[in-house]
């Protein structure tokens, strides 16, 4: 098992979050060298599912990166807020915004690889001036360069997810890289949750799995300068109404026998992290509302390894071409370009 370690490609993560890209990236073959979160109760969650993994509770602004340099890929699910509809989209006048610091640990550590992500408004023109710069000097650090939206639904999350992710790759690995296709079919809200519905003995589980017979809208972790935990804005918890899902909060447990049973029940924490693609045994610290901020703002666990996957082949001198498709996957939000492009299709 340590031989086999030994061989893996190292990856270091920045604003590691609850994890969800920890586990895709184990899943896609790399071993995490070392994780850097901001939050302490995220930490906690890192620490009590990965115990050998360096967390190292610190702001990405007094990272310098410099123990880590030769790393072999480094990934950063930066602060969503600066491009998010749901915030003003101030962009790089947001204090908030890390893509300057993630920049400059890259340099530093001098990967062979790196992936971010961000909210797909990233890759809006709003951003374009913005987003080409970023590009640029990721060129001048030596990287090959790609970005588009992906939706976890592509990926069998049961749940309606763009996310902007950007790859870079260095050559000569890049020509070997291909972004992931992968049109699996996700279970629906219903299918995926039927069992934890019924788990306290609620007759109307079974009723009710029939009902959630579609995948999920896209789950708002929200920030604390927000109240509890809920489901979304006002369209979102029309959608889940339509799957019989109350998204006005998030329950303690899953509804009981005397839950009434054509009633609409909450979500739980661990459902939403089923929905968010986290495997069940992984288990998140802090009381409700802290634990469920770090589920939805998580990346799915299933996006993460299909992405890290591509840059796992690549490294590896894995030939993918004949698996490229270059066409634009319209009313999609998939990527079917090499690293070299920077054209993000339409979500």
């Known amino acids: 098992m340590a031989?086999?370690?030994?061989?893996?490609?190292?990856?270091?993560?920045?604003?590691?979050?609850?994890?969800?890209?920890?586990?895709?990236?184990?899943?896609?073959?790399?071993?995490?060298?070392a994780a850097?979160?901001?939050?302490?109760?995220?930490?906690?969650?890192?620490?009590?599912?990965?115990?050998?993994?360096?967390?190292?509770?610190?702001?990405?602004?007094?990272?310098?990166?410099?123990?880590?340099?030769?790393?072999?890929?480094?990934?950063?699910?930066?602060?969503?807020?600066?491009?998010s509809v749901a915030g003003k989209q101030l962009g790089k006048e947001d204090d908030r915004d890390l893509?300057?610091?993630?920049?400059?640990?890259?340099?530093?550590?001098?990967p062979k690889a790196v992936m971010l992500e961000n909210v797909p408004g990233f890759a809006s023109a709003k951003f374009?001036?913005?987003?080409?710069?970023?590009?640029?000097?990721?060129?001048?650090?030596?990287?090959?360069?790609?970005?588009?939206?992906?939706?976890?639904?592509?990926?069998?999350?049961?749940?309606?997810r763009p996310r902007f992710v950007l790859v870079g790759v260095r050559k000569p690995f890049a020509e070997s890289f291909s972004w992931p296709i992968d049109r699996s079919t996700p279970l629906t809200v219903g299918e995926c949750l039927q069992d934890l519905m019924a788990e306290n003995g609620w007759p109307g589980a079974e009723a009710w799995a029939r009902r959630a017979n579609n995948i999920a809208p896209t789950v708002v972790g929200g920030s604390k300068k927000h109240g509890g935990p809920d489901l979304g804005p006002t369209r979102a918890k029309l959608?889940?109404?339509?799957?019989?899902?109350?998204?006005?909060?998030?329950?303690?447990?899953?509804?009981?026998?005397?839950?009434?049973?054509?009633?609409?029940?909450?979500l739980t924490v661990r459902m939403v992290a089923r929905l968010q693609g986290f495997p069940d045994?992984?288990?998140?610290?802090?009381?409700?509302?802290?634990a469920y901020r770090q589920v939805g703002n998580a990346f799915?666990?299933?996006?993460?390894?299909?992405?890290?996957?591509?840059?796992?082949?690549a490294l590896s001198g894995f030939d993918v071409h004949q698996n490229r498709r270059t066409d634009q996957l319209l009313n999609t939000a998939l990527v079917g370009e090499r690293v070299g492009s920077t054209a993000a299709t339409v979500a």
């Open 300 to 313: 799915p666990p299933p996006v993460a390894a299909a992405v890290g996957a591509a840059i796992r082949h």
């Open 281 to 290: 045994r992984w288990m998140f610290a802090g009381r409700k509302t802290a």
């Open 3 to 33: 031989g086999e370690t030994r061989n893996r490609p190292t990856v270091l993560e920045l604003c590691a979050g609850g994890g969800g890209q920890t586990i895709g990236l184990e899943d896609a073959g790399f071993e995490c060298v």
């Open 99 to 110: 893509f300057p610091e993630v920049l400059r640990i890259i340099a530093k550590v001098r």
């Open 128 to 160: 374009s001036v913005y987003r080409n710069e970023l590009l640029q000097t990721l060129r001048k650090l030596g990287f090959e360069v790609g970005f588009g939206v992906l939706n976890a639904s592509h990926f069998g999350v049961p749940q309606l």
């Open 239 to 266: 959608r889940w109404r339509e799957l019989g899902v109350d998204g006005l909060g998030i329950a303690d447990a899953a509804p009981s026998a005397e839950f009434p049973e054509h009633a609409s029940p909450k």
């Open 36 to 83: 850097v979160e901001i939050e302490p109760i995220a930490c906690e969650t890192l620490k009590s599912n990965r115990p050998m993994l360096q967390v190292l509770n610190e702001d990405i602004r007094h990272f310098d990166g410099d123990r880590f340099a030769e790393t072999d890929v480094v990934t950063a699910g930066v602060p969503c807020p600066p491009f």
